[in-house]
């Protein structure tokens, strides 16, 4: 007869009362996650591919990564760097990033990408190294002009040939950095080669600052990575000039219910005969006109964006949060709002707004 220890008895007595909690044993709750994450991979097998030698994963981005045409197939591979992160403990490991099939990168999709890859890189103890050989010039040219080869102390590659698109190196900022506004938008005047109108763009950058790292880092958010990463581009012979802005905060759909103003945004909601979703949550953070710390002496927020595209007469605001999507454009000075659902999320919050800057001496 084999005696039961007192430590098995206690073991045994554990798990009948977190059975009859309703829980389930730390057994079974580990089976659980595996078959979750099996069955992740196995519903983005189109875009990861596992090497069974080593049992580690690489991701594998499409032709084009562009946020707005082809949004679906550029933010998957981009959110599962967050993902596979999470993972970690489950003894999930990833090999390598494959952007050699990159031909087209746009500007916001080269800071979300480059956010997240910082993110994941600061977390593992900084182990990527870029492998360019087979990158496309154009691709490798826009993230060197963007810095993203200095996040691995990499040398710089040349600059885009065609010279056309001129990309403002990223500024990376936590909240209480307002300050960086003004050297961004020096940047900024440098590569559109005439003056912006300043006071104008330099309110947009700082509003854009304060108050989405106010949306996405509220003070109960106390381990999270609290920064954002903006940048801008310019082109020449469109005379374009866009700039981004992006954080990975929990989302302006989910700050906004926390917010001090969250009733007059319900009012809103119901008075625009909206439901309750992430993109008419996005719309009344944008016409509330107020950040949710209710200051007194601070901007207008979002609506100082949409000041600055409304004096140039031609451009655009994106908002992307969650699951979310809001566009202000104003074409020869007529504007139109659109809404729309994401199917698949954002992780926190990108702010692109364009405008087209006329050549010097002509009047708009």
């Known amino acids: 007869m084999i005696k039961v220890t007192q430590r098995e008895i206690e073991r045994i007595k554990r798990f009948n009362l977190t059975l009859r909690k309703g829980g389930k044993s730390s057994r079974v709750k580990k089976k659980g996650r595996v078959q979750y994450i099996n069955n992740?991979?196995?519903?983005?097998?189109?875009?990861?591919?596992?090497?069974?030698?080593?049992?580690?994963?690489?991701?594998v981005f499409p032709e084009s990564l562009n946020l707005y045409d082809g949004f679906n197939q550029s933010i998957k591979p981009i959110n599962s760097l967050r993902k596979i992160l999470s993972f970690k403990r489950g003894g999930v490991r990833l090999r390598a990033l494959d952007l050699n099939a990159i031909q087209d990168i746009s500007t916001p999709a080269s800071l979300v990408l480059t956010a997240e890859i910082d993110n994941w890189n600061t977390k593992n103890g900084r182990k990527l190294t870029p492998q360019t050989e087979r990158w496309h010039p154009n691709v490798r040219g826009t993230l060197s002009e963007l810095g993203f080869f200095e996040l691995?102390?990499?040398?710089?590659?040349?600059?885009?040939?065609?010279g056309l698109v001129k990309v403002v190196k990223f500024i990376k900022g936590k909240p209480g950095d307002e300050d960086k506004a003004k050297h961004l938008r020096e940047q900024i005047e440098k590569i559109v080669g005439s003056r912006v109108k300043r006071p104008p763009l330099f309110q947009a950058l700082s509003e854009a600052i304060t108050?989405?790292?106010h949306?996405?880092?509220?003070?109960e958010i106390i381990k999270a990575r609290k920064h954002w990463y903006m940048t801008a581009s310019f082109c020449e012979q469109s005379r374009k000039l866009k700039v981004a802005f992006y954080d990975q905060g929990i989302g302006i759909p989910s700050s906004l219910p926390k917010s001090k103003f969250w009733e007059s945004a319900k009012g809103?909601?119901?008075k625009m005969g909206l439901i309750n979703d992430h993109p008419s949550l996005i719309a009344a953070a944008v016409e509330m006109g107020r950040t949710s710390t209710n200051s007194g002496n601070r901007g207008k927020g979002l609506q100082d964006l949409l000041e600055f595209i409304r004096q140039y007469g031609n451009g655009y605001l994106s908002i992307m949060s969650q699951r979310g999507h809001y566009r202000f454009s104003c074409i020869e000075r007529q504007e139109k709002i659109q809404k729309n659902s994401l199917d698949f999320?954002?992780?926190?919050?990108?702010?692109?707004w364009s405008v087209t800057i006329p050549e010097r001496g002509v009047m708009q």
Request: proline share 8%.
């Open 345 to 352: 999320p954002i992780m926190g919050t990108l702010i692109i």
């Open 268 to 270: 809103y909601i119901a």
């Open 40 to 59: 992740w991979f196995q519903e983005n097998s189109d875009f990861i591919s596992l090497e069974k030698s080593s049992g580690r994963y690489t991701v």
């Open 152 to 162: 691995f102390n990499y040398q710089p590659c040349a600059p885009n040939s065609n």
């Open 215 to 219: 949306h996405a880092y509220p003070k």
């Open 211 to 213: 108050n989405v790292t």
